[in-house]
């Protein structure tokens, strides 16, 4: 596991060089419009509703002791509940919605380190733009509910004390995890259907969060970060997810 997260973080590290090579910026032209209007759309609304969300928290006590108090702790845990809310839905959407336009970036990434034999070594699914849209939005669909559901588990968990940094911690690696999983099945998309995506994921696991804690970090960064995370995570993704198959293929054919 920790070796694959090593494995994942490392393929950023040629992914600039890989995107100038094979002149791919062309491809990100859209999915990077797309992120920018869709960190501007989530971040007004996030401004906008987390005191709203604090003040009905600070509802729940009754009391006038300490209400002060537990007013000050609900607006901040609103806060919170907003940034990964946002972040959550910002990550899910611009996959979802980039998926027609990141498959020839991941497609060209293969034919480069595979070479012309690469069709030999693993057939290819073809699909359409449609498709491609379609799949897109159901594995993020999927993925958002999963995501959603594991983030409410933890956000409650979080409010015991003491253990509330290994919570943040947690549901810091659930959302790399996802964020991974979303730009490996660019690739994944033309080799497996849904289901074997899936479980391909569930066994690469490592390679999935690697990617993703990039993915995450990128997002700190004002506006450089919406612009460039699509790009280098993709690249980084394909390159690893390419060379696991590869590897998975070879061992099949043995």
């Given at each position: ?25 062309k ?8 992120s ?25 006590w009754?009391?006038?002791w300490?209400?002060?108090?537990f ?6 845990f ?47 699914r073809n699909?359409?733009f ?37 919570t ?22 033309r080799h ?12 690469n ?17 004002p506006v ?10 993709v690249?980084?993704a ?17």
């Amino acid at each position: 596991m920790f070796k694959n997260i090593f494995i994942g973080l490392k393929a950023y590290a040629g992914a600039f060089e890989l995107i100038s090579k094979l002149k791919l910026w062309k491809y990100f032209v859209i999915p990077i419009l797309i992120s920018v209007v869709t960190a501007v759309v989530i971040g007004l609304y996030a401004y906008g509703f987390s005191d709203n969300i604090g003040q009905f928290i600070s509802k729940i006590w009754v009391w006038e002791w300490g209400k002060e108090t537990f007013t000050t702790i609900s607006e901040i845990f609103g806060g919170i509940i907003i940034i990964v809310l946002g972040l959550v839905l910002y990550k899910h959407i611009i996959m979802a919605l980039s998926a027609p336009f990141m498959s020839p970036v991941s497609e060209k990434i293969e034919a480069h380190l595979l070479g012309e034999n690469s069709k030999l070594i693993h057939q290819h699914r073809n699909t359409s733009f449609q498709e491609q849209l379609w799949r897109g939005i159901r594995i993020n669909l999927r993925n958002l509910f999963m995501e959603l559901w594991l983030t409410a588990i933890i956000l409650i968990i979080s409010l015991v004390p003491v253990i509330g940094w290994f919570t943040s911690l947690l549901l810091f690696f659930i959302q790399a995890y996802y964020a991974g999983f979303g730009n490996m099945d660019y690739t994944l998309e033309r080799h497996f259907k849904y289901k074997e995506s899936l479980t391909f994921v569930r066994k690469n696991r490592g390679i999935a969060i690697g990617n993703g804690i990039v993915f995450m970090l990128f997002l700190l960064i004002p506006v450089v970060g919406v612009i460039l995370v699509l790009p280098l995570s993709v690249t980084a993704a394909s390159t690893e997810t390419v060379k696991l198959l590869n590897a998975q293929n070879r061992q099949n054919i043995n």
